[in-house]
């Protein structure tokens, strides 16, 4: 790492499949919105010649943001695949979104991937969502290194940067975090400021000059020695400490000399291990270069540091009736295990799907078993389904290149898979396996639409199975009792990419129309009914008379019918009419048009005719008097209650108690987690918290989260019971 030159490999660098896993890394980019993981993707491919000039491809476009909704909005949306070659190793580049909306993006990277390059803005810090995710990946011990970008901006600092780096990565061991490069400044600006023009490397103390569009390698000055002197102890005694040699620490502080080639070693063996994190620092090339500041170096610590997938923990793999299976973790030649990691629609290949395979070695046209399980409650039917595989390719922007076979640990696309969704498992067919799923976040925020005409209508159906095949952060719901369609989403760009695809791919047009909650009606107090249904028009009449009595139950009783008729008056073939009659009123409301719960209806009188009397009109008798009960009876409006869990860090938690509390929510009590964390747990109507997504993460700064779930329906208070039934008569 900096002690080896690297000539421009040109048509090498564009990556074909590989043939042993040996020669794979897969390595995600992670990072808030705006620090620079697409522009370092494409200076990355720039300089392992996979491209002609910055984040071109040979026949125009960009290796990533290629998608038209990234161009419009002018930021990255979802997960993309570059793949280039540097030193004979397949490197693919997982470029993720910044924004917290498109996690489930950053979710399927983190799955694909075997080590992650946090990259950090120098101009803007690291936020809190970052560090989360760095907690997630130490968490499975997934090996990290930091890239720091825009150390073109005015006031950047790269040794503060560093600082900042290891106070918000390093809590456990600060000095886990280090450079392995210090900057290098070209002449001062006559703004005061002057550009990084090269590095210098703290291992090899080799000077590395940018300034001319390709990377030269020199001696320093001994007026440079003694600038990184200091730092370069330091990382020494951090590589040394982090050694799996124990002796090597006592030498070194005996005096001994200790090798560079010894260092690099166990620099590369710490940071495959996972604990080790060097930063380094990198620019995009500008017109005319071949090279970006800092990105050969940052090919040669992915190539040599940065873990096989031989080294990638063997996920929990069963039979798809559950049976555990065990395999050899990732073999070429094993049972074939892949995963679908992101589902797409090109408009020219069609339905694509990005895999990994982590066991066995997929080939085009093999026929394959699809097993999808486990996502039911987003939308997503469990399936057990053969397809047969079209065409493999390794995606380059908006380019396909063929390939004819996918070993263990690489990566590549399958087109035109109809039944596989984003999270299924792809196996033999002889040999049926399944995966277990990652986790997703929960979508909370929702979208309810409707189509904008009646063509609209015919494809919304179709359009919306798509979109959430293709992303199980979403959720559709077809409610039952607002009789609305909703989209679950993350948040409001979420929302607003969902509503574009479904316009320009699918071709459907939709309106966004209030999302409302299901509310309920129930008696506050005791009340009486008589239903009289009594009608005469030549031949059989109808003729059915019945009296009830309504009384309230505890929360969750439903509707309880209860047969208190003496001496026949109501004949026992219509009693069961009459609860029929009851319950259909009760599920279409007795004064707002809500379903009617916890009450008990008591049958106690009626009348019946011998010849006049039916099924039918003991079913109107009994929803009528069900409705007469009403109108003498206090209602009371029911509105759902959640049980809301909020995971903040400590310094927030006072706000988010306080803005709880102004949603009409009841704070049961907080708990303190690791890591500086508070979880406050609340009942809060469902009512108030329709946008609180969007309020929790502006409230914390995107460092918060929340699940939600329903507790019950309870009472709602009179003036918001009244001014729901004035905006409902307005609507109406």
């Known amino acids: 790492m900096g002690d080896k030159a690297q000539t421009h490999p040109g048509a090498a660098g564009r990556a074909q499949a590989a043939d042993h896993p040996q020669s794979v890394r897969n390595v995600v980019l992670v990072g808030h919105s705006g620090s620079g993981k697409t522009t370092l993707v494409e200076a990355l491919a720039l300089t392992a010649g996979a491209v002609n000039r910055a984040g071109r491809v040979e026949n125009g476009g960009t290796v990533s943001d290629y998608d038209e909704i990234e161009h419009r909005q002018q930021r990255s949306v979802q997960l993309s695949l570059v793949p280039v070659e540097w030193d004979g190793i397949k490197v693919n580049l997982l470029d993720t979104p910044g924004y917290a909306d498109f996690v489930g993006e950053l979710r399927a990277g983190l799955r694909a991937a075997d080590a992650a390059l946090f990259v950090v803005s120098a101009s803007d810090g690291v936020d809190g969502s970052t560090r989360m995710v760095w907690e997630e990946c130490a968490a499975v011990g997934m090996p990290r290194a930091i890239v720091v970008t825009h150390l073109e901006a005015a006031r950047a600092d790269f040794e503060e940067m560093t600082r900042i780096c290891a106070e918000a990565f390093g809590a456990d061991d600060p000095d886990a975090v280090l450079p392995l490069y210090l900057p290098l400044h070209g002449p001062q600006a006559p703004d005061g400021h002057a550009p990084v023009t090269g590095l210098i490397g703290l291992l090899s103390q080799k000077l590395f000059d940018y300034s001319t569009g390709e990377r030269k390698e020199s001696e320093p000055g001994e007026d440079q020695l003694p600038l990184i002197e200091e730092a370069r102890n330091r990382l020494i005694e951090g590589i040394i400490s982090e050694s799996e040699d124990e002796t090597l620490m006592d030498r070194y502080l005996g005096g001994e000399p200790v090798e560079v080639k010894t260092l690099i070693e166990d620099l590369e063996r710490a940071v495959a291990r996972g604990v080790f994190f060097p930063v380094l620092a990198a620019a995009p090339a500008t017109e005319g270069s071949r090279q970006g500041l800092g990105t050969v170096e940052l090919l040669e610590l992915i190539t040599r540091g940065f873990p096989t997938p031989l080294e990638h923990e063997t996920l929990r793999v069963t039979t798809v009736d559950g049976r555990p299976r065990e395999l050899k973790p990732c073999d070429p030649d094993a049972p074939l295990v892949a995963e679908v990691v992101k589902t797409s629609s090109d408009p020219y290949v069609g339905r694509l799907s990005l895999i990994r395979v982590f066991s066995g070695t997929l080939r085009a046209d093999q026929t394959v078993h699809v097993s999808g399980h486990g996502l039911a409650d987003r939308g997503h039917e469990d399936h057990d389904v053969d397809e047969r595989i079209g065409a493999l390719s390794t995606p380059f922007g908006k380019q396909q290149r063929p390939v004819s076979h996918v070993i263990a640990g690489d990566l590549a696309c399958v087109a035109k898979l109809s039944r596989a969704e984003t999270g299924d498992t792809l196996s033999a067919k002889d040999d049926p396996l399944l995966m277990e799923p990652w986790q997703m976040p929960d979508p909370l925020l929702p979208l309810a639409i409707q189509a904008h005409s009646k063509p609209d209508e ?197 706000a988010v108690m306080s803005d709880l509390s102004g949603r009409r929510g009841r704070v049961l009590g907080t708990e303190q987690t690791p890591g500086g964390r508070t979880l406050v747990r609340a009942e809060v109507p469902e009512i108030e918290i329709g946008r609180y997504a969007i309020d929790l993460r502006s409230m914390t700064h995107g460092t918060a989260r929340f699940s939600r779930r329903y507790a019950r329906h309870e009472p709602m208070p009179q003036q918001v019971a009244d001014r729901i039934r004035e905006e409902e008569r307005k609507a109406s």
């Not at 695809?501 to 129309?513: A, F, K, P, T, W």
């Not at 109808?542 to 009296?547: D, M, P, S, V």
């Not at 069900?626 to 206090?634: C, G, H, P, S, V």
């Open 458 to 654: 015919d494809k919304l159906s179709q359009g919306l199975s798509r979109l959430v095949a293709e992303d199980p952060t979403m959720r559709l719901e077809q409610n039952q009792d607002t009789h609305q369609v909703v989209l679950w989403c993350l948040g409001e760009a979420h929302a607003d990419v969902a509503l574009e695809r479904l316009r320009s791919r699918y071709g459907v047009q939709v309106d966004v129309v209030p999302h409302r909650v299901s509310l309920r009606e129930t008696f506050a107090t005791k009340a009486a009914g008589r239903g009289r249904h009594v009608k005469q028009s030549g031949g059989h009449g109808q003729f059915a008379i019945c009296e009830i009595e309504v009384e309230p139950l505890p929360g969750g009783s439903g509707i309880e019918f209860v047969d208190k008729v003496v001496g026949g008056a109501v004949p026992r073939q219509f009693i069961p009419s009459v609860e029929k009659g009851v319950r259909v009123q009760a599920a279409k409301g007795v004064a707002a048009g809500y379903p009617l719960i916890d009450v008990r209806v008591t049958l106690l009188d009626g009348k019946a005719h011998s010849v006049d009397s039916s099924d039918a009109a003991f079913q109107t008798a009994g929803a009528l008097a069900l409705r007469e009960a009403a109108t003498d009876a206090r209602i009371h409006l029911l509105e759902p209650v959640a049980e809301v869990s909020v995971l903040v860090g400590d310094d927030f938690v006072g």
